[in-house]
């Protein structure tokens, strides 16, 4: 199927679940057991649908490989020579560099040999181990975006050593009218600022002895399948909830509460209107709707005053599911319905800031696990994230019951 037939084939399923709800809301009764249960089995098959879409659409954004420019060759002896050699001014982005280090996982410090050693040099982090390859690193932050619903929304920047200091325009001023030869009133912009550090995200993972020495195991595959889930459910726990100790500020403790709902369980389809108008309009145009999916399970019953649904599911290629007009992402991280939990937020989440201080580095551990005949991998990174501006995002909050 293609990415519209799969968009058709879950409008139709989400059709039949709302025909049940009408049913059920037409004879003035509660779903049956039966209806309960159709319900969500013709839920989960759209959501496994609309994963699948998900994945369409994000292979279908990548250039075919036709489309990649073949490299220039250049003369014999001189940069470029050859139809495959990469020219680039960063060591660790040159084929030496990338199989020096891929070596030195296989094999260990002790398994190259000192031309390695030296190519390796570039990449000695202070930690252990070495930086990976750019190429690598392109793959794994890639796979991290597709574990991380923040990283795709958020603005991501690179930081050096030391704060990042990010200044944040509070209050812009104001212009007044005047009369002729009057003196022109002063109104200046106030700043304020906040600073983006570096909280360290590591994680260990073992592979087999025998593995690494078969030839025809992937190992640069297997390393960034590893450690994207592990870092990129992390990093989204953090975006979302963290406290900043130790980790980032999540979104939810510096976003301002647009709307409280009259219910600790449960949520009316006017609550999320006034949540949608809480955001000052500028930002409405690059917001999005941000939920758990059990929650998005309750909004899609919703209907208006109209007596409409206010979900509407995408049916065209690359178009999300809509609330009110704006795209909705899901989030595990994201609060269940519950008393005082804060279970939507809708916003522009370009203000929220996610500082990468450093490349990533693996160290290869040998001696830790060799009793059991394994070779252990520490990849860490360090990283920070804050919202920049609290009134770009609001979010409803359920009454404390």
Not at 129 to 151: K, S, T
Request: proline fraction near 4%; avoid cysteine.
């Amino acid at each position: 199927m293609n990415i519209r037939e799969l968009k058709e084939q879950r409008a139709a399923l989400l059709k039949q679940a709302r025909e049940i709800l009408d049913k059920a809301e037409q004879e003035n009764r509660d779903l049956t057991a039966e209806e309960s249960q159709e319900f969500d089995r013709i839920t989960a098959e759209a959501d496994a649908i609309g994963k699948r879409i998900e994945r369409e659409e994000r292979l279908a954004s990548f250039p075919a490989m036709d489309d990649v420019p073949e490299p220039v060759a250049g003369r014999r002896g001189q940069p470029g020579e050859g139809p495959t050699e990469r020219r680039t001014t960063n060591p660790r982005a040159t084929d030496e560099y990338r199989s020096a280090f891929f070596d030195y996982v296989r094999m260990g410090r002790s398994g190259i040999g000192p031309e390695e050693v030296r190519v390796l040099q570039v990449g000695v982090d202070a930690d252990g181990g070495y930086l990976v390859p750019d190429e690598f690193q392109r793959e794994l932050v890639e796979a991290l975006e597709e574990q991380n619903v923040m990283r795709q929304l958020a603005r991501v920047i690179q930081t050096g050593s030391g704060d990042r200091i990010v200044p944040v325009v509070v209050d812009r001023g104001t212009a007044q009218w005047i009369g002729e030869n009057a003196a022109y009133p002063e109104s200046d912009a106030q700043f304020s600022q906040f600073a983006l550090g570096a909280h360290k995200l590591a994680r260990i993972t073992r592979v087999s002895e025998e593995l690494l020495n078969d030839s025809a195991f992937d190992i640069a595959a297997f390393l960034t399948d590893a450690f994207a889930r592990a870092f990129g459910d992390a990093e989204e726990a953090a975006f979302v909830n963290g406290d900043g100790t130790g980790k980032p500020r999540g979104i939810l403790l510096d976003a301002q509460v647009g709307k409280t709902t009259a219910s600790g369980t449960a949520i009316a389809a006017n609550e999320l209107i006034d949540l949608f108008h809480a955001l000052k309009p500028p930002y409405r145009a690059r917001a999005t709707w941000f939920m758990h999916d059990s929650t998005v399970a309750a909004v899609r019953k919703l209907k208006d005053a109209n007596n409409q649904y206010i979900w509407q599911p995408g049916l065209q290629a690359g178009q999300p599911d809509m609330l009110l007009g704006r795209p909705v992402r899901v989030s595990r991280y994201m609060p269940e319905i519950g008393a005082g939990a804060k279970t939507v937020a809708f916003g522009d989440f370009s203000y929220y800031w996610i500082a990468d201080r450093q490349s990533i580095g693996i160290q290869r551990l040998v001696e830790l696990y060799a009793a059991n005949g394994q070779v252990g991998f520490r990849m860490f990174t360090r990283l920070d994230g804050r919202l920049a501006l609290a009134e770009a995002v609001q979010v409803l909050q359920q009454a404390a019951e």
